[in-house]
């Protein structure tokens, strides 16, 4: 029962912008042990593509 309660991610009605979903979805990977990136990524609504992205630094 505790494996499985510590897979469930609480939802709410409430938006949230891309990049902190991409900052919880990558928190979760790393704090809990089992989560996959696909599963975080779907949980928070976040695209895997999204998760990967680094953005280019500009050398002006």
């Known amino acids: 029962m505790k494996q499985a309660e510590s897979r469930r991610v609480v939802r709410t009605n409430k938006v949230v912008k891309p990049s902190s979903a991409k900052r919880m979805a990558k928190r979760a990977v ?9 599963l975080a990524c779907k949980a928070f609504g976040l695209s895997e593509s999204c998760y990967h992205y680094e953005a280019k630094l500009n050398e002006e």
């Open 30 to 38: 790393v704090e809990k042990k089992g989560i996959t990136i696909r």
